[in-house]
């Protein structure tokens, strides 16, 4: 019998009528299997076992096979920097080992998932490619990974998605864009990584760990469960859970301790002017209708609403407008100008939610920045010359973190952020950390007055309180 | 939005692109974005603008690398913060001095490194080309080879511009239809005429097929020699196991193939987005006046066949011939011979004409031929070839050697052998 990969799926060559996990292909007349049965289909032929990978005529084959399917590397890598896996990280790598390499490890949001996806990457020995949900993360793993592998392989870490198309030994990409290549690339990877693995479960990336032959896997969430109980899905794709750490058992380990400071701004009158006037069509609108806004049912039945009538749409226009002078308004320049001044010897990270209020700052004060339109490249480069001290300030509209590739700053400035309450709290939790011989971390909140910010600004130190008393 | 809606909102965005050449990418997208601001049609503009920009090329225009300048900017930045607006004394020229410093260095002026910073964003790319019409100096050799150009220009007469939203609306349509194809799960085709371009296409595009010939009237026949036309359903190698919208975008990525039939018709199962237990059935036929923008390819794929299909018209038989008439299912691919032979009695011979071909492409043919069940299959064959009778399987018999071209009289006298009586076969 002969595997053959063939477009996400595996091809068996003059297979025996008993072969397991097939199915009878009447358009090509073989038999044809999904491709992660790989494994499985080598086991049933005895040819599969775990700590040299090839097993030997003295073992006896229980079917003979011929492998044409594989077509990933064996790698040995180590991590460059040597950092010492905490208690659970390390039970979690061995748990995951004792599975043969092939399951789920659940760990709280902020407890160095990355860096267990280092050691797994180290630990297999063969090609990897990891899956985020985002191009944020996957940006993330690409600088974790170049730092940590990055001189031992001889290709770049591999890209795939965000513009990018560029497979490597590593190779990181998204969700959509692995459903999109994953029947093309399948064979080249022997360990899945799969980071959120939660989202996994959707009908669609369910085939992502389908059509490929990975004998390896990892998934990694801190949520596994889904409201639609698909998860039980993931177990037979991916593996079982093999370990799960609580949140409370981390809890406050790692959260660093900082000073919160609260600035406001007026409009300039002009601003007011622009502002009030589209506030005032964006109120009218929602006043006139009956639907509260401020709850999540209300909200959607407004957006249903923009879809069809025309007050509607331009009501929805007014609050974006109205939102984006609150959040760009330019006396907010002014004292960024004085936090700079007074923070300049110390190592700054400013957030803004905008691109072009990221550009135009950088423009303005010359500061290194990363937003989502920053090519993976140049922000491993970025964030690795801002770690290294040759850059002490960084502007970005990008939401930095859930990984150990953020260096540290002592100040934050927040310029307009997102009013999530989850990744706010994550934002400030793992970025600022005091500097040795200072005060507490600041992060600063710069918001304008009488404007939408300051209810968003409300609700979001409300959200880091709640999640801090959990 | 009525049809002459559409047909305004087409020529308005079709002005918009031309009056933007040579602007930046940022300022077109914002004139786009307030066509929509009280408008609910707005997924039809942006629909119909997205149609429009990929007609278009736009450039960075920087004497140095964008990224190359910016870097330099940051590293001399870092030695000099703070760099602030509002300065106290000492500091006032910090920000002014780090620009000169790096235009000095780079050679260029303190506008070019200030603009040419953030040259390479999205948005402060230049539009140079929309269509055909191209901004002065643009440089056609250095752009990519674009797909499918536009007719006409700003500057011609009124009828052209009508051509091109002719043109956009065209393209709408079948991009709206493609969209819904994106969550298809199965593809049933039927087609009557154009088979070796349909199932070029169908192998380009990476989708498999069960393939059935049928009459006039769609209905399933035994024998290609009874085919009209051709009935395949296309998916791909996982359906085997469950219903997929994998093959979604390669069968919209097949659907522009279609309007190139004279006659055809669609059908295809919708999955619903995230329970495949839910689907609808979409379905399209010639008559619903889609546009296709792909190519049909050569008629003839080599001077033998176009020659020989032109000393046909010229000689005096009765035996009639048809280009690519027949499809043979081979499993993973078709074959498709070059001609049918067909008597006015019924009578019919399928004529494969082996050329001037590589050793390789002659290995898979001959694969190929083999494969083939049909006794009235004939073969003509270059003696040149370095291939045998035997080679030919039990299609041995049937082969017609030839040296430089080939004589209709001896295809004829082929098919006279070889030809089946379709009548007798039906019975």
């Not at chain 1, 290709?155 to 999109?180: N, P």
């Not at chain 1, 011989?437 to 910010?453: G, S, V, W």
């Not at chain 2, 047909?7 to 965005?13: G, V």
């Not at chain 2, 004497?63 to 500091?91: H, K, M, S, W």
């Amino acid at each position: 019998m002969r595997l053959e990969f063939d477009d996400g799926t595996l091809v068996l060559h003059d297979a025996p009528e008993t072969v397991p996990y097939a199915e009878w292909d009447d358009r090509v007349d073989e038999y044809r299997a999904q491709a992660y049965r790989y494994r499985a289909l080598l086991d049933w032929a005895g040819h599969w076992t775990e700590d040299d990978r090839q097993a030997t005529l003295q073992d006896g084959f229980t079917h003979d096979i011929e492998d044409a399917a594989r077509a990933y590397p064996d790698l040995a890598l180590t991590p460059a920097l040597q950092i010492e896996p905490r208690d659970y990280q390390q039970a979690a790598l061995d748990a995951w080992r004792a599975h043969d390499r092939q399951g789920s490890v659940i760990l709280p949001t902020g407890s160095g998932k990355t860096f267990l996806g280092l050691q797994a990457i180290a630990d297999a020995g063969v090609s990897a490619l990891v899956v985020t949900p985002t191009i944020d993360l996957m940006n993330q793993w690409h600088a974790t990974l170049t730092n940590a592998f990055g001189d031992q392989l001889t290709d770049d870490i591999g890209v795939l998605g965000g513009g990018s198309h560029e497979i490597g030994a590593v190779t990181v990409t998204t969700y959509d864009s692995a459903y999109r290549y994953i029947d093309e690339y399948g064979d080249q990877f022997g360990l899945l990584i799969t980071d959120e693995t939660h989202h996994l479960a959707a009908e669609t990336y369910l085939q992502i760990p389908e059509m490929t032959i990975a004998p390896y896997r990892l998934g990694l969430t801190a949520t596994y469960e889904r409201a639609d109980g698909r998860e039980e899905l993931l177990e037979d794709r991916m593996g079982p859970v093999v370990y799960e750490e609580a949140v409370g058992n981390l809890a406050g380990e790692f959260l660093s301790e900082y000073e919160t400071i609260q600035m406001s701004v007026e409009l300039t009158s002009e601003e007011r002017t622009e502002y009030d006037e589209e506030y005032q069509i964006y109120r009218d609108y929602v006043d006139s209708h009956d639907f509260d806004i401020w709850k999540e049912q209300g909200y959607a039945e407004f957006l249903k609403r923009t879809s069809y009538d025309p007050h509607g749409r331009r009501a929805l226009v007014a609050k974006q407008r109205a939102e984006r002078i609150a959040r760009t308004a330019t006396k907010k320049l002014d004292t960024l100008d004085n936090l700079l001044k007074r923070h300049h010897d110390d190592r700054v990270i400013v957030f803004t939610a905008n691109n072009d209020f990221a550009y135009d700052i950088s423009r303005e004060f010359i500061l290194p920045c990363i937003t989502h339109q920053t090519d993976t490249d140049e922000r491993t480069e970025i964030l690795d010359r801002f770690r290294s001290g040759e850059y002490s300030m960084l502007a970005t509209s990008q939401v930095l973190d859930e990984g150990i590739d953020v260096p540290a700053a002592n100040v934050g400035i927040i310029l307009s952020g997102s009013a999530s309450k989850r990744q706010y709290a994550q934002r400030l939790g793992r970025i600022l950390r005091p500097t040795d011989d200072r005060q507490p971390a600041r992060l600063y909140e710069i918001i304008t007055t009488d404007t939408m910010e300051t209810y968003v600004s409300q609700r979001r130190r409300d959200g880091v309180k709640s999640s801090a008393d959990s | 939005m009525s049809d002459e809606q559409y047909r305004e909102t087409a020529a308005t965005l079709i002005d918009l692109f031309e009056t933007h050449l040579g602007e930046p990418k940022g300022d077109l997208e914002a004139a786009i974005d307030e066509l929509t601001v009280d408008d609910t049609d707005y997924k039809i503009v942006q629909g119909l603008a997205k149609l429009l920009t990929d007609e278009c090329e736009f450039e960075q225009q920087a004497a140095v690398d964008p990224r190359e300048i910016r870097q330099r900017l940051f590293e001399r930045a870092n030695d000099r913060y703070p760099i602030v607006r509002q300065p106290t004394l000492g500091e006032d020229t910090q920000k002014l001095e780090v620009y000169s410093a790096v235009a000095d260095e780079l050679g260029i002026s303190l506008e070019a490194c200030y603009r040419g910073m953030y040259a390479d964003l999205d948005h402060n790319k230049r539009l140079v080309r929309f269509g055909e019409q191209t901004v002065d100096g643009y440089d056609e050799d250095a752009s990519d080879t674009s797909t499918t150009k536009l007719t006409g220009n700003s500057k011609q007469a009124y009828d052209q511009t009508e051509q091109t939203v002719d043109w956009l609306l065209a393209r709408y349509n079948l991009a709206l239809a493609q969209a819904v194809l994106y969550d298809a799960s199965e593809m049933r085709i039927r087609v009557w005429d154009h088979f070796g371009t349909v199932f070029s296409y169908v192998k380009l595009f990476g989708l498999m097929h069960r393939i059935y010939p049928i009459d006039a009237d769609g209905t399933r026949v035994d024998s290609t020699d009874d085919a009209a036309g051709y009935e395949a359903e296309l998916d791909g190698p996982a359906s085997l196991f469950r219903k997929s919208q994998k093959y979604g975008i390669r069968m919209a990525n097949f659907l522009p193939t279609l309007p190139l039939c004279d006659r055809w018709e669609m059908n295809a199962e919708i999955l619903d987005d995230e329970s495949t237990s839910n689907s609808h059935q979409f379905t399209l036929d010639h008559t619903d006046g889609l546009v296709s923008h792909y190519s049909t390819g050569q008629r003839f794929d080599s001077d033998i066949e176009r020659t020989l299909a032109r000393k046909w018209e010229r000689a005096n038989t009765e035996w009639e011939l048809q280009r690519e008439d027949d499809v043979f299912d081979l499993g993973d691919e078709v074959m498709i011979p070059d001609f049918a032979i067909e008597h006015p009695n019924g009578r019919r011979a399928i004529l494969e004409i082996v050329g001037f071909w590589t050793p390789e492409y002659l290995a898979s043919k001959l694969t190929k031929i083999r494969q083939v069940e049909a006794d009235n299959f004939v073969l003509a064959v270059s003696e040149r070839l370095d291939c045998a009778g035997e080679d030919f399987g039990d299609a041995a018999d049937r082969v017609l050697w030839f040296k430089t071209g080939i004589h209709v009289y001896d295809v004829v006298e082929l098919a006279e052998a070889y030809a089946s009586n379709t009548e007798m076969d039906r019975s």
